[in-house]
DNA sequence: TTGTATGCGTTATCAT
DNA sequence: ATGATAACGCATACAA
């Protein structure tokens, strides 16, 4: 049940628990020196044995958990598992893990998973903070670990909200945004439909912005009706795209939240008879993978989601090391992919 | 930087740190009576300090890190996404959180990983043990940690040459397989093409022997060439199909070893100006969520990983509670869903 | 060169 | 009803 303690090793050794200490931590430093002969009868009984140390004990005594946290909003989009990916495979060159929490906002329980973690005492944060705007018992955790300074980075968009002073990696649509408006308007598209699949609306607020000043900006009257709400699933992006579809007037261009949703609102402008982009054209946002494949290829905006993970994990590690830098801030540009989905209106 | 300890406590409220615990640790029931004025005085200092015990010290106490270990193969595929959540789900009810690794076999330090993880003296884990196939390494650790009953869930084929005793989530694509080639088979489809795109081959085995047996059993002979082992990513299946379908006498039917190299297979077969399924059927594995909603809508076979990474996570609880129930299967069926990528061939 | 003693934050056992 | 004290497994300052 329970593996061999340093004792063992000890007993076995006919040493102290101490020279194990010694040996074991004293790889080649001789900070400590132990004699050839006692070192080889420890190593030989380590082996023996299959000692391991005890994570456990050893966070404990020294405070450090060689854990990060991460939080997501989003199990189910692509996006976010590439920021994942990056996070993961930086932290664990660094000899650290990944303690993955989902933290929806519809779930009835964040306020736990999130008190929860932050109890686990992990040794730093990355988070995607979006059901902190939902929760004051989340926004109260949060403040708790900030003024224990447990190091925090969080991946957000440039104009989000959040009052916490932590290292942070910034990345937004908005600019993207205009560039994609720019060019659908410069297409002659005039009602251009925005597919607000989202469960946190603060999340997509960068989007939504520059999609409205764009169109004031071009003299284009907003048009409430062609931007629906729906959730976060592949389904319901399919039946907000239909509902946009059967407007009086229908939209000849859609934004669709994300890629991932883009694909519902292909298949439902198919599903009508219409054609991409010849009917109306289809942009997404994040550059997921199969965005390339898709048919139509999918126009699309990129913010490389790995990157962003390696970023903040680099942040993390870096605050690891020294909590008394100043605080960072790294933008990472999105830029605007161009491909088979987007064409002139007709 | 740290926060305050059940001594902080004990000094405000005026009490001994065993008496905070007992407060603490008797919600309800009462085991050992404190008074009420106690009590109170102890519960307004845990508010006031914002206390909150130390998962560290609890682990080292208790010997229970609250933590499952969660090993899966590739971070990209969606059908793992599915597994993670449903594991998720389970054991975050139950309270405790999830560990994860993506472990893909070409990771050079795959064995570091595990070896790392299994150090964390997590309290169980659940894994698709691909990565063991590849790495000596990784089974003798596996090995010792069967050693030391650290409960361990496998999610595998039922043909798995898993030697290890450890509960199973067993789930093949075997019988599913041989009914997509039965009902190829009769759509008179004679040469099907299989893309096999992963990691582990010994994953994929499952549905490549009955791949075998279906064409042996119908009297068709088995061409070698028609059979292509590649990466684990879109492009690499996107490049498998141009192979294929460049062959002198090119399939008129593709199994994709995924949904997910299905979309570069679909991709692939569209820009060569061929039609799905007129010129050539594909059928992926998986039901992932998008499948119903490519175009053309992808057949295929599914496992449901949500509830196998569920399941899964039952049967680790299960043992957690109790080390010596007898060892557990659990068999999930696959079914075959057919949509419109399949039809019969020309 | 090696061993002893102490503390990390808990919980549990035993006195008081 | 409450408190002193001993583990849990380890690292380390200090003594030998």
Chains 1, 2 share one sequence.
Request: aromatic content about 6%; overall charge negative; glycine content about 6%.
């Amino acid at each position: 049940m329970k593996g061999p303690t340093q004792a063992d090793v000890a007993r076995l050794a006919g040493v102290s628990r101490a020279t194990v200490s010694h040996v074991l931590n004293n790889r080649l430093d001789r900070q400590v020196p132990v004699s050839e002969e006692t070192r080889r009868r420890v190593l030989e009984a380590v082996i023996e044995l299959d000692y391991v140390p005890d994570a456990r004990a050893l966070a404990l005594r020294s405070g450090s958990t060689k854990t990060i946290g991460l939080i997501i909003p989003d199990i189910h989009n692509p996006h976010f598992w590439e920021v994942v990916d990056g996070v993961e495979k930086e932290a664990s060159a660094a000899g650290y893990h990944i303690l993955l929490s989902s933290i929806s906002p519809e779930d009835k329980n964040a306020e736990d998973i999130f008190k929860n973690l932050s109890h686990r005492r992990i040794d730093g944060l990355i988070m995607v903070p979006s059901f902190v705007y939902q929760s004051e018992e989340a926004q109260k955790t949060l403040a708790q670990l900030v003024k224990r300074r447990i190091p925090i980075v969080g991946i957000m968009a440039d104009r989000g909200e959040m009052s916490f002073k932590i290292d942070r990696v910034l990345s937004d649509y908005h600019d993207a945004t205009l560039e994609a408006m720019a060019y659908l308007l410069s297409l002659q598209h005039r009602r251009i439909g925005f597919i607000f699949g989202i469960a946190v609306p603060e999340l997509g607020n960068d989007r939504l912005l520059a999609y409205r000043e764009s169109l004031q900006a071009a003299g284009v009257a907003i048009d409430p009706s062609l931007i629906v709400e729906c959730g976060p699933t592949i389904e319901d992006s399919y039946h907000a795209t239909r509902q946009l579809l059967e407007l009086p007037s229908r939209p000849t261009a859609l934004l669709a939240i994300n890629d991932f949703l883009a694909i519902g609102a292909l298949r439902a402008i198919k599903d009508m008879n219409l054609d991409v982009p010849q009917d109306v054209s289809v942009l997404g946002y994040d550059d997921v993978p199969f965005a390339n494949y898709l048919i139509p290829r999918l126009s699309t905006a990129s913010k490389d989601g790995e990157l962003m993970g390696r970023e903040a994990c680099k942040l993390l590690l870096a605050r690891l090391e020294d909590s008394d830098r100043p605080r960072q801030e790294i933008r990472l540009p999105a830029r605007l992919i161009l491909r088979e989905s987007t064409g002139p209106a007709r």
